[in-house]
């Protein structure tokens, strides 16, 4: 049996593994799983899925309408290997939360 908590991740390849084991893969509309990135900072990876915009025919003819509440983007600590998921915030700003919420 694994241990609860995971090792402490030293690339972004291993950091990207954890939030595979412990999360659900996001998927396109078309039902393929959707992107996954990491950008790395100072005390942790930032995890998060991206989606393309629609073109062709699947693209609106109107004005799109503002994105639905919610998402996460999932951040996983260099020293612990432990995640913590904050909101879909822009990068910067997810981190800055992640940093303010870590002194606590």
């Known amino acids: 049996m694994p241990p609860d908590t995971p090792t402490p991740p030293t690339t972004p390849e291993q950091a990207l593994a954890i939030v595979r084991s ?3 893969q996001p998927e396109l509309p078309d039902g393929t ?11 942790g990876y930032l995890v998060y899925a991206t989606f393309p915009p629609a073109t062709g025919a699947s693209a609106p003819t109107r ?7 919610g998402g996460s983007k999932i951040i996983v600590a ?3 290997g ?5 909101p879909n915030y822009p990068v ?3 981190i800055a939360l992640y940093r303010r919420q870590a002194r606590q």
């Open 22 to 24: 412990r999360y659900a």
């Open 63 to 69: 004005p799109a309408a503002p994105a639905a509440p």
């Open 78 to 80: 260099k020293d612990t």
């Open 82 to 86: 432990e995640t913590v998921a904050v």
């Open 33 to 43: 799983p959707a992107p996954l990135h990491v950008h790395e900072f100072d005390i």
């Open 92 to 94: 910067e700003t997810a």
